[in-house]
């Protein structure tokens, strides 16, 4: 596959106290261009979720970690049953099917 061809990637992870955390991306030439989170793991607000799909969209591979911490910093969120961490975990797992 070359560097400029598409690749669709899924993975999941049940975080530690039995939360459900997936991640569908679409990776081109090293940048995700699409990210779409979902689980059983609760957040308010809500939207928040589609905010984070948003910000991720479109970062260099090298720039997941810091986006994901920068993201929850910057904003009242609130997380019930997952951490930030958790995110950047099952974003790396769907891109070590690569």
Same mark, same amino acid.
């Given at each position: $596959? =070359? ?8 993975? /999941?992870?049940?975080? &530690? =106290? ?11 030439? =090293?940048?995700?261009? %699409?990210? +779409?989170?979902? =689980?059983?793991?609760? $957040?308010?607000? /809500?939207?928040?979720? @589609?905010? &984070?799909? +948003? ?7 090298? /720039?997941? /970690?810091?986006?994901?911490? +920068? !993201? !929850?910093? %910057?904003? +009242?969120?609130?997380?019930?049953? @997952?951490?930030?961490?958790?995110? @950047? ?7 070590? !099917?690569?």
């Amino acid at each position: $596959m =070359g560097a400029s061809e598409v690749k669709r990637l899924r993975a /999941e992870y049940k975080v &530690l =106290g039995g939360k459900l955390v997936a991640a569908e991306t679409r990776v081109v030439g =090293g940048y995700l261009v %699409d990210v +779409k989170i979902s =689980g059983d793991f609760f $957040m308010h607000p /809500e939207e928040a979720i @589609i905010d &984070l799909e +948003k910000k991720l969209t479109g970062i260099k591979l090298d /720039e997941l /970690e810091p986006t994901i911490f +920068k !993201f !929850f910093a %910057d904003r +009242k969120i609130t997380l019930f049953g @997952i951490a930030p961490e958790d995110f @950047i975990h099952v974003i790396r797992l769907s891109l070590s !099917f690569t």
